[in-house]
């Protein structure tokens, strides 16, 4: 079974801090992806990663950067957290054939509090 | 721009019955739809994977239709049970790059 895991279920950080949110999957699937979900919002997009050192932005990048030094191996940072950035985190894995995305595999994602 | 809908925040159905759920799509022709279930405070499962050229797929309980005249999925949950209440999402690919998701159906199945 495909296993997408998470650093962290639940989080707790003071505005201005950096976070970081680690997520590790099994499966050598060359893309990862990183969303947080809002409640009326749905599933928005910050980044994606097609390879190593790769990096797209996603729908909602801003105040968000990632890192890629590893296949298996994601990473979402905030640079500087503030009380927006309150919000479930999820990370997902998939394959890449023919140019297409297939199914996503997810984390079981970390619900982030800023205060 | 490329929207994907599901145009039902909601569904209630008793148990036992057929609960079908809708997903649209405009501005673009996707090759693929795919469904998702998420149970609270967890991460979305993948259920099935419909391609444009398929009319229909089933899995166990599970059938998926896609309609690209209508520009549309149906997704059907027959004998219903109140294990199968949860969060169902839609998705598809944008321009061959990540997928968007709608924003979900939560369906209640009551006993």
């Known amino acids: 079974d495909v296993k997408v895991t998470q650093s962290s279920r639940y989080l707790v950080k003071r505005t201005g801090e950096k976070v970081f949110l680690e997520c590790v999957q099994d499966?050598?699937?060359?893309?990862m992806f990183w969303y947080r979900q809002d409640p009326g919002l749905g599933l928005r997009l910050i980044y994606f990663?097609?390879?190593?050192?790769?990096?797209e932005k996603g729908d909602i990048p801003e105040g968000y950067s990632v890192s890629r030094e590893k296949k298996e191996r994601f990473s979402l940072i905030l640079e500087s957290a503030s009380t927006n950035q309150t919000s479930m985190y999820l990370c997902?894995?998939?394959?890449?054939?023919?140019?297409?995305?297939?199914?996503?595999?997810f984390g079981p994602g970390t619900r982030l509090t800023v205060t | 721009s490329q929207k994907i809908e599901q145009n039902s925040e909601a569904l209630n159905i008793q148990e036992g019955k057929t609960a079908t759920l809708t997903c649209n799509y405009t501005?673009?022709?996707?090759?693929?739809l795919q469904w998702y279930r998420q149970d609270p405070g967890r991460g979305p499962v993948f259920l099935l994977l419909i391609r444009e050229n398929e009319k229909e797929k089933r899995k166990e309980r599970l059938k998926v239709t896609f309609d690209t005249t209508l520009k549309q999925s149906l997704f059907h949950i027959t004998a219903s049970q109140p294990a199968d209440s949860a969060t169902y999402l839609c998705a598809s690919h944008q321009a061959g790059t990540a997928l968007i998701f709608g924003k979900g159906t939560t369906l209640s199945v009551s006993s």
């Open positions: 501005n673009y022709s996707p090759a693929y």
């Open positions: 997902a894995s998939s394959f890449l054939r023919q140019g297409l995305n297939y199914e996503q595999y």
């Open positions: 499966m050598d699937h060359e893309n």
């Open positions: 990663s097609y390879d190593v050192k790769m990096k």
